[in-house]
């Protein structure tokens, strides 16, 4: 038996989003005492289950956000997370965080009937989709992943004290007027005083300027269209009011930098990554770091675009993706049966996991657990030798190297673009003709 864990031919860069569909079915699922969610259902009801997280958090679903997946074939499954769009209460901070939204999937799989999903995210939906895929390893069949977020403390000084700020001065001047000067030196724990005060008028101001910030840097081109959004005070306070509160928490991690020291959990699930290289909101250094710690995840670099999904080549290939991903379900390249048993195997190797409120590690120990994790990784299937498996990924990326020599420095990882970085293109180009013509 030959098992194939990333089967991956040339992408098809044409590919367009779907046109759009009504969902067949929407409802809440009432997850906690106070916390009522929304989901919807589109596309085929007998098809391959995948849900879409979306940003933020507390960004929200919309209807095009059901186009990047073939609804012949796809059960398209779209939730609000906690607080967010049509979920209730509105902006809630209450019971809300990263562990309560992991566990609101899971609650939302078995609420409808479903063994494993494909999971696809982007922004704060791929951090969400990682530590998803994390905590529930056997119940990801695959992940499709988008301007790579970890909510690490680097990552947000990058973009919300200084970083960004150097890139787009004039947006950023908006940005810092809400804050008196003496309180700019920490703009996070600043702005989350003011969203979560009293005054009402504060917060709807505040969050209007937080929500402008990204989305004016969240194109490689500013969008306009995309920079009047927050100016819809219902959206922006719940965008503004949840984002920073989990920013201020540290997306309530138990220690800086978790997502990326736990991927050991996920290298048997097919991952591909689609990231823009001019990606202001999600630098591209936090997709390197994950290729560093998981180089069978296939990556994808849009050289012409930013953070959006609505960007035309990171949306060509988001759809592209989910494509090879039907296409590999459809053929059997990856079975149930194959996840499950690389699941287990990983489990009885893998060191033990503390709880998701347990005391947080120091990164030394991360690390150590981390470097555990690596060693771990199952070498084969039940039943199936090495020589038998492809190695995931392989078709673009060489194995792990071995580790260097005592005394050597350690070899960088190889990321093969012959496949997947797409070149820039000329004004009039293939990504971004609608603008130049």
Same mark, same amino acid.
């Given at each position: 038996?030959?098992?194939?864990?990333?089967?991956?031919?040339?992408?098809?860069?044409?590919?367009e989003p779907y046109p759009p569909i009504a969902p067949y079915q929407s409802d809440f699922l009432q997850v906690s005492d106070i916390h009522r969610i929304y989901y919807e259902q589109s596309g085929n009801p007998n098809g391959y289950p995948v849900i879409f997280l979306h940003g933020?958090?507390?960004?929200?679903?919309?209807?095009?956000?059901?186009?990047?997946?073939?609804?012949?074939? /796809?059960?398209?499954?779209?939730?609000?997370?906690?607080?967010?769009?049509?979920?209730?209460?509105?902006?809630?901070?209450?019971?809300?965080?990263?562990?309560?939204?992991?566990?609101?999937?899971?609650?939302?799989?078995?609420?409808?009937?479903?063994?494993?999903?494909?999971?696809?995210?982007?922004?704060?939906?791929?951090?969400?989709?990682?530590?998803?895929?994390?905590?529930?390893?056997?119940?990801?069949?695959?992940?499709?992943?988008?301007?790579?977020?970890?909510?690490?403390?680097?990552?947000?000084?990058?973009? /919300?004290?200084?970083?960004?700020?150097?890139?787009?001065?004039?947006?950023?001047?908006?940005?810092?007027?809400?804050?008196?000067?003496?309180?700019?030196?920490?703009?996070?724990?600043?702005?989350?005083?003011?969203?979560?005060?009293?005054?009402?008028?504060?917060?709807?101001?505040?969050?209007?300027?937080?929500?402008?910030?990204?989305?004016?840097?969240?194109?490689?081109?500013?969008?306009?269209?995309?920079?009047?959004?927050?100016?819809?005070?219902?959206?922006?306070?719940?965008?503004?009011?949840?984002?920073?509160? /989990?920013?201020?928490?540290?997306?309530?991690?138990?220690?800086?930098?978790?997502?990326?020291?736990?991927?050991?959990?996920?290298?048997?699930?097919?991952?591909?990554?689609?990231?823009?290289?001019?990606?202001?909101?999600?630098?591209?250094?936090?997709?390197?770091?994950?290729?560093?710690?998981?180089?069978?995840?296939?990556?994808?670099?849009?050289?012409?675009?930013?953070?959006?999904?609505?960007?035309?080549?990171?949306?060509?290939?988001?759809?592209?993706?989910?494509?090879?991903?039907?296409?590999?379900?459809?053929?059997?390249?990856?079975?149930?049966?194959?996840?499950?048993?690389?699941?287990?195997?990983?489990?009885?190797?893998?060191?033990?996991?503390?709880?998701?409120?347990?005391?947080?590690?120091?990164?030394?120990?991360?690390?150590?657990?981390?470097?555990?994790?690596?060693?771990?990784?199952?070498?084969?299937?039940?039943?199936?030798?090495?020589?038998?498996?492809?190695?995931?990924?392989?078709?673009?990326?060489?194995?792990?190297?071995?580790?260097?020599?005592?005394?050597?420095?350690?070899?960088?990882?190889?990321?093969?673009?012959?496949?997947?970085?797409?070149?820039?293109?000329?004004?009039?180009?293939?990504?971004?003709?609608?603008?130049?013509?």
């Open positions: 038996m030959r098992i194939l864990l990333a089967v991956h031919s040339q992408p098809t860069t044409m590919a933020g958090p507390g960004g929200g679903t919309s209807g095009g956000d059901r186009t990047f997946f073939d609804p012949k074939f /796809y059960r398209i499954i779209l939730t609000d997370q906690r607080g967010a769009g049509k979920s209730t209460p509105h902006a809630c901070l209450e019971e809300n965080t990263t562990w309560h939204l992991v566990a609101d999937i899971e609650k939302l799989r078995v609420h409808l009937d479903i063994e494993k999903w494909v999971v696809f995210g982007g922004s704060w939906g791929s951090t969400l989709s990682l530590t998803y895929a994390e905590t529930h390893p056997t119940r990801v069949t695959s992940l499709v992943l988008r301007g790579i977020f970890t909510l690490r403390r680097e990552e947000l000084l990058w973009f /919300y004290q200084e970083g960004a700020s150097f890139i787009m001065p004039d947006y950023w001047e908006e940005y810092l007027e809400q804050i008196p000067t003496e309180e700019r030196g920490d703009m996070i724990s600043a702005y989350y005083k003011r969203l979560t005060g009293s005054d009402r008028q504060q917060q709807l101001s505040c969050a209007s300027a937080w929500s402008k910030w990204e989305c004016a840097t969240c194109k490689l081109y500013v969008d306009e269209e995309s920079v009047a959004k927050a100016a819809d005070p219902h959206w922006a306070l719940a965008f503004a009011r949840i984002e920073c509160h /989990y920013f201020v928490n540290g997306g309530f991690f138990e220690y800086d930098g978790q997502v990326i020291a736990e991927l050991h959990k996920i290298k048997h699930i097919p991952t591909t990554v689609v990231q823009g290289r001019y990606d202001l909101v999600c630098p591209m250094k936090t997709c390197w770091d994950l290729h560093k710690s998981f180089p069978e995840a296939e990556i994808i670099i849009v050289d012409d675009n930013g953070h959006s999904s609505r960007e035309p080549g990171i949306q060509r290939e988001l759809v592209a993706a989910c494509d090879r991903v039907r296409d590999m379900l459809k053929t059997g390249s990856v079975s149930a049966d194959t996840i499950s048993s690389l699941t287990a195997e990983m489990s009885l190797q893998a060191p033990a996991q503390a709880s998701a409120y347990a005391p947080a590690q120091t990164p030394v120990q991360a690390q150590a657990s981390a470097q555990v994790g690596r060693q771990a990784t199952p070498q084969r299937a039940a039943g199936v030798s090495m020589q038998q498996m492809d190695y995931p990924g392989a078709r673009f990326h060489a194995p792990p190297k071995q580790a260097a020599p005592t005394g050597q420095p350690p070899s960088t990882p190889n990321l093969d673009n012959a496949m997947h970085k797409r070149q820039l293109q000329p004004p009039g180009g293939f990504s971004h003709g609608f603008l130049f013509g």
